[in-house]
Structure formats: C-alpha cells, structure tokens
C-alpha cells in the first residue's frame, strides 16, 4: 500500500482522503514537517492560493515541502494545488509563493468567479473513456509551459483556441478541475498508479 499524504491546510481534504482510498492508497493529512516524513505521494487540495501560501509559512511547512518535492516526492495538485505547483504566476500578488516543481505559468481564477464555475466533459487518452466530467470552480490554467511538460487535458475557448487544464512533468501532476467532488476516482488512480510506478 502507498501512503500518500494530502496537505490539510485548507480545502477538500475528506474528499481527496476517499478518493485516494477508493484508489487503494493509504491517505494521511500533513499539517507538520514531521508528518511529510514517510509519505510516497503528496496532494495538495484546492481552496485559495494565497491562504496556502500563508499558512504553510506560518506552520513552518513550506521550506521541507519544497525540499521534498525538489528531491523528487510525487506530488498532484487540483486547482489552487496547481498554482502552488507552477514555477511562475500571472495575475497574482507580488509577495505570493509557490512551492514550484511544474515548468509552467499558471493564470489565477482564469474562467472567472465563483458564480462561473462550470463542469465540462474531458475526451482525453489520459484518462480512457467515458469522457470525465470536471469541475471547474474559479479556475486556473496553464498559460505556458516548459519542453518537459505533457499537456494531458484542455477545455475549448469561445475563440476556437484551448485552454490548458491537466499537466504532467515527471513525478507531478496538475489539474485546474476538482476531481474530488466529482465521484470518479480516475484522476487519483492515476495517481497512485504514478506513485506505484516510482514517478
């Protein structure tokens, strides 16, 4: 069994918990540097970016969390957990970190506020069929990213063009969408398989 944490400084955490188990892993929530200890994977759940970053200083988490995710911890993050992921920030405050890891550029609530959050059907290999239904709730997107980064997902723009919603580079993974709320559990099966797999 793989024990994969989720950090449980805000957000879907029993959500994600269940996901994770219903996928055959071990969930443990990490508030503590000393609870990374251990840990094969790492989630890191939506809420609000800023209030993340906050936090994890103020818990003193943030610097062993970079640390192992930079020694190589497999990590999946969903909507905030992907901004926290991104290397680079658009659209965001001047004193806000990420803990980084992902070769991308993310934009911050890129379709809107809270009252325009939508679901959308995801026809992507990723995942196999049926399409996977995802939740997009103040959403960010991939707006560049690094050679090394795989594009999994998009969702289309009214323009034609798309937006950039699922990312993989090596042991990390990012989606804009909510897959904890959904109850399909392909997103973290994925992501154990991951874990299982050695990243």
Avoid at 27 to 48: F, K, N, T
Avoid at 49 to 56: G, N, Q, V
Wanted: some cysteine; aromatic content about 6%; hydrophobic content about 45%.
């Amino acid at each position: 069994m793989v024990i994969i944490g989720i950090l449980a400084l805000q957000g879907d955490v029993r959500e994600h918990a269940a996901a994770l188990e219903t996928a055959g892993a071990i969930a443990r929530p990490v508030r503590r540097p000393s609870e990374l200890v251990g840990l094969d994977g790492l989630v890191i759940p939506g809420g609000e970016s800023t209030t993340i970053d906050k936090l994890s200083r103020a818990f003193e988490l943030r610097e062993p969390l970079v640390a192992a995710l930079r020694s190589g911890l497999p990590a999946y993050g969903s909507c905030a957990g992907m901004i926290m992921l991104a290397d680079r920030l658009v659209d965001a405050p001047d004193d806000q970190q990420t803990f980084g890891g992902l070769d991308i550029t993310v934009r911050r609530n890129a379709f809107g506020r809270q009252t325009d959050s939508f679901e959308a059907d995801l026809d992507t290999p990723w995942l196999a069929e049926p399409a996977f239904r995802a939740v997009f709730i103040r959403a960010p997107e991939v707006v560049a990213s690094g050679p090394e980064v795989e594009v999994l997902a998009t969702v289309p723009r009214p323009d034609g063009s798309e937006h950039v919603v699922a990312v993989r580079q090596g042991s990390l993974l990012a989606t804009s969408f909510h897959p904890e709320v959904g109850g399909d559990p392909r997103v973290h099966a994925r992501f154990v398989a991951l874990v299982r797999a050695g990243g």
